[in-house]
């Protein structure tokens, strides 16, 4: 195996690595003893008629072969990727690609280096759990861990004038997209939206895509069993409500509270 150990016998012959065969009286008991060194843990016998990871007694009356397997302690580390922003966290050494979530094991005492990446319309918010902050996190393996990544969603114009804001596409896009990230998380099937590709100046935002992004947060709401926030003009009439910047700033804000 990959980790380190000693065998030795009862009598005395057996002292591997130095010595790993001996001659013995035909038929005579030989107890072997596996011990594992620092950082490693034995695996268990094959051979011999020794199975297991308790005690090897063979009795040869011809030459025999016992494998004691010694293997590294490894311990795992587990990553969660959190917010309404997208966005990817990897791992050196290698064993981590994450998004939602994912786990790997490493050798005890191996350092981990954690790298977040937000993706286009996202940006880092900092780690939580083993490490804290945003900048680099190192991991050191001593026993299993975990961290938590969150990325926040980046809006479009982050501030919209009541009565003077205009309600355009990238608004909204920006606001499907949370949406989509955020629900994913959750493990909600994906919305169909209306209108799927909106045009920058050229798609008309309507009371239908107003409705279907608040459909689609109340349903994280739900799911992480919290009361979605209450709406302005609550009862959106087709025709008559006009889409306003407060309706936008109340779904921004509902994104950043399931962050």
């Known amino acids: 195996g990959l980790g380190t150990g000693t065998v030795t016998s009862a009598p005395a012959g057996i002292s591997c690595g130095a010595t790993c065969s001996a001659s013995f009286p035909s038929g005579g008991a030989i107890v072997l003893t596996a ?5 490693s843990t034995f695996g268990g016998w094959s ?3 020794c199975t297991g990871t308790g005690g090897c007694t063979v009795s040869p009356v011809a030459t025999t072969t016992v494998i004691a397997t010694f293997a590294p302690i490894t311990f795992t580390l587990d990553v969660t990727v959190q917010g309404a922003g997208a966005g990817t966290v990897t791992s050196t050494p290698a064993g981590l690609a994450c998004s939602p979530v994912c786990a790997a094991s490493f050798p005890a005492a191996t350092s981990v ?5 937000p993706a286009a319309g996202a940006a880092f918010a900092g780690w939580s759990g083993a490490c804290t902050g945003s900048g680099a996190c190192v991991v050191l393996l001593d026993q299993a861990r975990s961290v938590t990544a969150r990325f926040t969603r980046v809006f479009t114009d982050a501030v919209l004038t009541p009565l003077e804001g205009v309600v355009r596409a990238a608004h909204v ?3 499907r997209a949370a949406a989509d990230t955020l629900r994913a998380r959750q493990g909600l099937a994906p919305v169909a939206w209306t209108d799927a590709a909106l045009g920058v100046g050229v798609t008309t935002i309507r009371r239908d895509h107003l409705v279907e ?3 689609a947060l109340t349903a994280v709401f739900a799911a992480r069993g919290r009361a979605a926030p209450p ?3 609550a009862l959106v009439t087709p025709g008559a409500t006009l889409v306003r910047a407060v309706h936008v700033t109340e779904l921004r804000a509902a994104v ?3 962050e």
């Open 35 to 39: 011990a594992p060194g620092a950082g």
């Open 47 to 49: 051979g011999g008629g």
């Open 113 to 117: 280096t954690l790298t977040a990446a």
């Open 173 to 175: 896009a920006d606001l």
């Open 213 to 215: 992004l608040r459909v």
């Open 231 to 233: 709406w302005s003009d």
């Open 256 to 258: 950043l509270a399931l």
